[in-house]
T-cell receptor
Framework: QQQVKQSPQSLIVQKGGISIINCAYE??????FPWYQQFPGKGPALLIA?????SEKKEGRFTISFNKSAKQFSLHIMDSQPGDSATYFCAASRSFKAAGNKLTFGGGTRVLVKP | DVKVTQSSRYLVKRTGEKVFLECVQD?????MFWYRQDPGLGLRLIYFSYDVKMKEKGDIPEGYSVSREKKERFSLILESASTNQTSMYLC?????????????FGDGTRLSIL
């Protein structure tokens, strides 16, 4: 049973377009929601993260939108570039010491940006 | 710069063998993690360790064990490898501290069990 559900599994977008990836979670104790980016042959790396006390966080062309009541959050990649082609994972965790910084990941979205 | 090193990029083993996957981090991180990555299932936590000799089961620990004798090294052990353990294995580490610390990943070991 997946506690974090991610969609779509794959996405093709034209250069300059907007990529949108959605995630939904079940556990209301989650209070930290990062996104990781993984290039082929590499491990995932933290891209951007949000806490539920804000509804949106923007870093350059990447924006997280968060809807606490719906238990959903999404990643928007504006002005998508071929270099953004990667697999993106949403994740969730609880931020208290006993949780040990454990992350629960979504299933991943493979994004292909066509030139 | 942060570095998590996994000993092998590719590994081929036979059913029933005992398999060791090694991970070393050079950042003096308290937490270390082992995940397996399968298409459509994302990353699933096998085991994690928050201190030397300490370990906790993740979501899918069956068929695996771990060892952490030194702070920088975390080993994943497949006691008797089976074909359903063919997968990409990722090691990660993170600081223990206030708030959530990012996990830093190695580049993975692709393990095939024949």
């Amino acid at each position: 049973q997946q506690q974090v559900k991610q969609s779509p599994q794959s996405l093709i977008v034209q250069k300059g377009g907007i990529s949108i990836i959605n995630c939904a979670y079940e556990n209301t104790a989650f209070d930290y929601f990062p996104w990781y980016q993984q290039f082929p042959g590499k491990g995932p790396a933290l891209l951007i993260a949000i806490r539920p006390d804000v509804s949106e966080k923007k870093e350059g062309r990447f924006t997280i939108s968060f809807n606490k009541s719906a238990k959903q959050f999404s990643l928007h990649i504006m002005d998508s570039q071929p270099g953004d082609s990667a697999t993106y994972f949403c994740a969730a965790s609880r931020s208290f010491k006993a949780a040990g910084n454990k992350l629960t990941f979504g299933g991943g979205t493979r994004v292909l940006v066509k030139p | 710069d942060v570095k998590v090193t996994q000993s092998s990029r590719y590994l081929v083993k036979r059913t029933g063998e005992k398999v060791f996957l090694e991970c070393v981090q050079d950042m003096d991180h308290e937490n270390m993690f082992w995940y397996r990555q399968d298409p459509g299932l994302g990353l699933r936590l096998i085991y994690f360790s928050y201190d030397v000799k300490m370990k906790e089961k993740g979501d899918i620990p069956e068929g695996y064990s771990v060892s952490r004798e030194k702070k920088e090294r975390f080993s994943l052990i497949l006691e008797s490898a089976s074909t359903n353990q063919t997968s990409m294995y990722l090691c990660a580490s993170s600081l223990e501290g206030q708030g959530n610390q990012p996990q830093h990943f190695g580049d993975g070991t692709r393990l095939s069990i024949l």
